[in-house]
């Protein structure tokens, strides 16, 4: 069975724990109150007995079952559809770790599908079972914690990006060749993180909606908005991070080109010279090489200074293109 948890709530007591679906809709048929049903990764068959007991809408049960949705608010009648992307910071692999939360709340029932490991839901139910007087307002209290309680988390994460691009800053400069990877494999997790939080205002806005039609407490009303203003400044902080990796990517293209164009002038200062000496050293060996021809009719092959001259004519030669090199700057 993938049930992790199973209750049925009285003005905010947990009454009964009921062992199998079907006690808990029978249990909350004969004693009233709210049934909140946690799920973990749940088969086709648990879903549609939950669906044909709560009245679920098949498109929602249908994205309940096979997961991969984007954060996201829907209402179908009197029962709400919700998405959240719960995401937490690694820090022995540095990285961030994104799971899935869909939520069904209707009038006496909250039903919890995780597609991850995650205390997110755990957490809540904890804190709201020490808090019957929150509890009691009933699902929409529950919806609401589950929502702040995801925000929450995404504290750490944040502060967990913050220090990465702390890190790449002081890579970039250091001349790590991994700094390209890790900017990439960064802005991949900002933009994942993105995606999870710029929905959520959205979502807020519908909330706030129904706020009057179905009477919504007032202390869940503040918590809302709270949770809203949370938000807003997380989204700022992410969008911050984007920006701050797009400029350390040009940055870091600009600092790789320039170390390629140091190693270039470098490499041609290197040809520069190996040619200098190189045409050097072929002048006196073509001057040797004209006279170890030893043809007979070679006028200076039998005079007496002919020898002085081509060790003459070979050292002038040497010296003169040296010179030339050296005036160059190429030596």
Same mark, same amino acid.
């Given at each position: ?108 029932? &909250?039903? #919890? ?7 997110? +839901?755990?957490?809540?139910?904890? !804190? *709201?079972?020490? /808090?019957? $007087? ?81 009477? &919504?407490? #007032? ?7 709270? +949770?809203?203003?949370?938000?807003? !400044? *997380?989204?700022? /902080?992410? $969008? ?92």
């Amino acid at each position: 069975m993938t049930i992790i948890d199973n209750a049925v709530y009285v003005d905010g007591v947990r009454s009964a724990e009921p062992q199998s679906l079907e006690q808990t809709f029978e249990t909350l048929a004969r004693h009233g109150g709210m049934a909140w049903i946690g799920l973990y990764r749940p088969t086709e068959s648990e879903m549609a007995a939950v669906a044909a007991e709560f009245g679920l809408h098949e498109l929602a049960v249908e994205d309940a079952i096979s997961a991969h949705q984007r954060p996201k608010l829907e209402r179908y009648g009197d029962n709400l559809f919700t998405v959240l992307r719960p995401a937490r910071y690694l820090d022995d692999t540095e990285t961030v770790e994104f799971g899935e939360l869909h939520v069904f709340t209707g009038k006496n029932f &909250v039903v #919890t599908v995780r597609h991850a490991e995650t205390g997110s +839901v755990a957490q809540v139910r904890r !804190r *709201l079972e020490g /808090r019957p $007087d929150l509890l009691g307002h009933g699902p929409e209290a529950v919806l609401y914690a589950l929502v702040d309680q995801v925000v929450d988390d995404y504290v750490p994460v944040v502060l967990g990006l913050e220090n990465d691009i702390d890190e790449i800053e002081d890579q970039l400069f250091s001349g790590d060749p991994r700094v390209s990877r890790r900017i990439y494999e960064l802005a991949r997790e900002v933009i994942q993180f993105q995606r999870a939080l710029h929905p959520l205002p959205a979502m807020m806005q519908l909330l706030r909606r129904g706020f009057e039609k179905y009477g &919504v407490d #007032t202390e869940l009303q503040h918590n809302l908005r709270d +949770v809203e203003d949370h938000v807003e !400044r *997380l989204i700022s /902080r992410a $969008d911050s991070f984007r920006d701050l990796l797009q400029n350390a990517l040009t940055l870091d293209g600009t600092l790789t080109a320039n170390r390629q164009n140091e190693a270039s002038a470098k490499q041609n200062e290197q040809v520069k010279k190996i040619s200098s000496w190189a045409a050097i050293f072929f002048a006196p060996s073509f001057v040797a090489g004209v006279y170890g021809m030893n043809f007979d009719h070679m006028p200076e092959l039998h005079w007496a200074l002919g020898y002085p001259m081509a060790i003459g004519l070979m050292a002038a030669t040497a010296a003169l293109m040296y010179g030339i090199f050296k005036k160059k700057g190429w030596l």
